[in-house]
């Protein structure tokens, strides 16, 4: 099933609804645990936004009755979560990376419960044209249909539904629509209605500092009109006042528009005549430190003394004098107060927040906690975790209305903004794609805050260089894509399969080296070569075959070895045959691909070559798998783990508690330099002029660190850190610890727990070694805090906490090793941070009198379904084709995610619109 809707999140809550409390005959008869879905996301910024809203949405419809975790980063990670034991019905949302893990870490233990899968932003599973991703194994669409393949084969004994959910799959949602139902001539269920209208046009910047909007595409379709004889486009001659100066140095065909782009965007999140804010997404593809940092020089010097409109208003802290002593107990959860008590709305202390985390990972000079006082959030895939999920909060509250970003918010992330700014259309590597363009413009508009989204490219309306034709061209070029997307979405397209690519791309390498066509030939080479043992004095084409054929190999030793585990038992050739025949069939090359048949042969006869003679021992073969490599990069890391001491070296930890900072550093440092040995594994974004110890102390206890970044480069060493250490080192990890579980239990899957952690021979460190990677700390119980205590957004004020848990752990454990038992510090927090007394839920009312805005004497019905705009200090009711049709004062205490949880209904005849719950 795939849904083509503007809003297709709602069809996911209601199918997770249906698996999990109505479906439940298809799996009992396989698992006595409570049902599991798998939500599949593409990036860490959609799993958090479809964490918040489903943790928002089945919490509040189901009592609570629903675990929603992410298994994508912090301490949600892999075996010791709470969900692998509840006895409560779970959502898991995972990126593709993260499931891989799971299937990994768990294989079985979890495929019987699974009863549903969905798979967001399906569209992504098409191949992107990079193939020296593929040959390298780093594809993200290759690890998508791999993974998917697989996962969907697995789970067919459950009765398992699968739904796929897309805003953009115009092209390729025939193939996909038989993928996810394994079927050919599936049909897709779509619709081209989206609850907002959708402008694409241009924000033209002319001479003499002046603006211009004009649009060229509403809702996909041409806008254009005739005048004096000519065709034109609807405009807007004069949307603000010319900007008033700007620097004269800047001079390059995208940075002289910068001026045009900041003050058109303060004027765009300034209230209107109505007082209604509208938030503004600036979304840059490359060099996001260059924008803050001329945003802020514009806003700090050029246009310090010049008159701005009012984009942003801090939150504001209430009074509370002679309230009831007794209320105001039951809300602070204490027996004595007294005096003036200052309460703080949910806006203000997300504010607060954000403000600490910037200050704590940015620092006070940085752009980004400049520009975040005056109220312009810098967004961007290279920040720690958790201040990126603060500042998404500040987003979706309506807290700021102005945002710089790169694409971390254009990848299928839902976040209310009404207009998109586009600066540039240029990557680094070339220019926007179509799919890239449309994803990023669909991110305008947001039901429940307006009617419309608008998406404005800047282009320089006088300028006659090579880089301003070549950007206007581009624009113009992406708007005649976008039409005929809509006009041939009917037609049956066989997009490109990664998959499929990879075989393609093995032969092509093959023929290269072999210098024959011949199929046969093809087949013995396959069916021999062992790239553990290529033979030396390779050539460069030889050394890239191998690579090539590794790829693909990583992917079928992942299917044998699960297949086994599955089965529990080893298969014969014909079985293993027949295995890999239903896991091909399931992949999305089976239904894309004109040559699927051929491709198959090719898959199949690799696979079972894989079994019979290139890795005939199936202890081999599972020890490769667990290290979520691809073979020859595995066979490094297990010589490295076995044989070089790896494991003495981690086991020198047992006495981390008590060590000093400079004990602890040394500890971490020496294990990520011996992981750093491993090529796949070796850091490669370092900024000039620094080393990985340099970089890695400043993260981890920067307070000791010599070497830090100068403002500017803060970015850069973000990048080291996120992608060298947060991303390669933590898999480097997991990897060692899979192979610590699989050498201490035998090749046995377990379902490892915190209380069975120490059956690993592992100390308890490398358990939270990731956790201090992530969140910067060499405090393993201040990594906890981070995580897991709301309240707890800087490292020194989790670092202080931490100081009483020692106090606490000490009188109560001998062993330091004991000091981190991730048993003893949950304890503790949920002793020393209890939950917040839930306040009740609030409701809007069941009846509000409305004022009508259309004559329904004549209308066919008197009952319509409505949706709440928020305008100023009142309400607008639209029907669903976007039309107003009442309107009200805002009611007290209204919030606007009513809109998620209540259906709302005008009826005309007596004036009101009525609220029921949604479920």
């Not at 799996?27 to 990036?43: C, D, F, G, Q, R």
């Not at 209604?276 to 246009?303: H, K, M, P």
């Not at 894509?481 to 997009?495: T, Y």
């Amino acid at each position: 099933m795939i849904s083509s809707l503007g809003e297709p999140t709602t069809i996911a809550e209601i199918a997770i609804l249906q698996s999990l409390f109505f479906e439940t005959k298809n799996y009992n008869n396989l698992s006595s645990s409570a049902p599991l879905v798998i939500y599949l996301v593409p990036s860490k910024a959609l799993a958090t936004e479809v964490e918040s809203n489903l943790s928002r949405v089945l919490k509040r419809t189901t009592n609570n009755n629903v675990i929603v975790t992410g298994l994508y980063g912090g301490t949600d990670w892999g075996p010791t979560d709470v969900w692998m034991t509840s006895d409560k019905p779970t959502v898991l949302i995972c990126t593709y990376e993260k499931a891989e893990a799971l299937m990994k870490f768990l294989g079985t233990l979890f495929i019987r419960r699974v009863s549903l899968i969905v798979l967001d932003e399906a569209h992504l599973v098409k191949f992107d044209g990079i193939k020296e991703s593929l040959q390298k194994s780093e594809n993200r669409s290759l690890r998508l249909e791999s993974l998917g393949a697989r996962l969907f084969t697995y789970v067919e004994k459950n009765h398992c539904r699968i739904i796929a959910l897309s805003a953009v799959a115009s092209e390729t949602e025939s193939a996909l629509a038989n993928w996810i139902e394994n079927r050919t001539n599936a049909s897709p269920a779509k619709t081209d209605y989206r609850s907002t209208r959708q402008l694409i046009g241009r924000l033209e910047c002319k001479t003499e500092k002046e603006f211009e909007i004009r649009y060229d595409l509403l809702d996909g379709k041409r806008l254009e009109f005739q005048e004096v004889g000519q065709f034109n486009t609807p405009f807007i001659p004069t949307p603000f006042p010319p900007y008033p100066s700007a620097p004269t140095k800047w001079t390059g065909p995208e940075k002289r528009l910068r001026p045009y782009l900041f003050w058109a965007a303060i004027h765009l999140a300034a209230p209107d005549d109505k007082g209604q804010r509208r938030a503004v997404l600036i979304s840059v593809t490359q060099q996001i430190s260059g924008y803050a940092e001329d945003f802020l020089q514009l806003l700090n010097s050029t246009w310090a003394e010049v008159e701005k409109p009012s984009f942003f208003q801090q939150p504001i802290i209430l009074e509370l004098n002679n309230i009831p002593i007794k209320l105001l107990a039951f809300i602070f959860n204490t027996d004595c107060l007294a005096g003036i008590l200052l309460l703080e709305s949910k806006n203000v202390k997300i504010w607060r927040k954000c403000l600490r985390s910037c200050v704590d990972y940015f620092g006070i000079e940085s752009y980004e906690f400049k520009l975040l006082k005056k109220g312009i959030i810098v967004h961007h895939g290279k920040m720690p975790g958790l201040m990126a999920r603060l500042l998404i909060d500040a987003i979706d509250e309506r807290i700021v209305h102005l945002v710089l970003s790169t694409s971390t918010l254009s990848e299928g992330v839902n976040l209310p903004f009404e207009t998109v700014l586009i600066p540039s259309l240029r990557r680094s590597k070339g220019c926007l794609n179509i799919h890239q363009f449309s994803n990023l413009v669909g991110r305008a508009g947001r039901p429940g805050f307006g009617t419309e989204g608008r998406s404005l490219v800047l282009l320089n309306n006088q300028s006659t260089d090579w880089s301003s034709k070549q950007a206007r061209n581009r624009y113009f070029s992406l708007i005649n894509e976008l039409e005929n997307q809509l006009q041939n979405s009917h037609q049956n397209i066989n997009p490109p399969s990664p998959l499929a690519e990879l075989l393609l791309l093995l032969e092509e390498k093959w023929s290269l080296i072999s210098s024959s066509g011949s199929q046969d030939e093809f087949f013995k080479w396959l069916e021999k070569t062992a790239p553990l043992d290529p033979g030396n004095n390779l050539s460069d084409a030889q050394v890239l075959a191998i690579e090539t054929l590794d790829s693909l190999d990583s992917i079928l030793l992942s299917a044998i070895v699960e297949i086994e585990q599955i089965e529990a038992k080893d298969f014969s050739t014909n079985e293993l045959e027949e295995q890999l025949q239903k896991i091909w069939q399931r992949s999305f090359a089976y239904y894309a691909s004109q040559e699927q048949e051929r491709l198959a042969n090719l898959f199949i006869k690799r696979g079972m070559a894989l079994k019979t003679e290139i890795y005939r021992d199936s202890s081999q073969r599972r020890r490769l798998y667990r290290t979520s490599l691809p073979p020859r990069s595995g066979n490094q890391l297990l010589n490295l783990y076995f044989d070089s001491g790896f494991k003495e070296q981690l086991a020198k930890g047992e006495d981390y508690a008590t060590w000093t900072p400079e004990q602890r550093f040394n500890y971490i440092q020496t294990v990520v330099n011996n992981l750093s040995t491993l090529l796949k594994f070796k850091p490669t974004n370092l900024p000039n002029k620094t080393s990985v110890n340099e970089v890695l102390l400043w993260w981890l206890d920067s307070k000791s660190a010599s070497q830090k970044p100068a403002i500017k480069k803060i970015p850069d060493w973000y990048k080291c850190i996120t992608q060298d250490f947060i991303y390669k080192f933590n898999w480097g990890l997991g990897s060692i610890i899979a192979l610590a579980i699989d050498e201490a239990f035998g090749g046995e899957l377990v379902e490892l727990s915190l209380e069975n952690w120490s059956q690993t021979g592992l100390p308890w460190i490398v358990f939270w070694m990731k956790e201090l990677i992530i969140w910067g700390t060499l405090e393993p119980v201040a990594a906890y805090l981070l995580a897991k205590v709301e309240d707890v957004t800087t490292r020194e004020q989790a670092e202080e906490l931490a100081k009483t848990y020692y106090q606490y752990i000490s009188e109560r454990e001998a062993e330091p090793n004991e000091y981190l038992n991730a048993v003893n510090i949950r304890n503790w927090a949920e002793q020393s941070f209890p939950l917040e007394r839930p306040l009740p839920t609030p409701k809007p009312p069941n009846q509000m009198n409305v004022n009508l805005l259309r004559d329904f004497t004549i209308a066919p019905t008197k009952t319509w379904t409505v949706v709440p705009v928020e305008v100023g200090n009142e309400i607008q009711w639209f029907d669903l084709a976007g039309f107003p049709l009442g309107i009200c004062q805002k009611p007290k205490n209204w919030q606007s995610d009513f809109l998620n949880t209540y259906d709302f209904i005008l009826d005309a005849e007596n004036r009101v619109v009525s609220s029921k719950v949604y479920v």
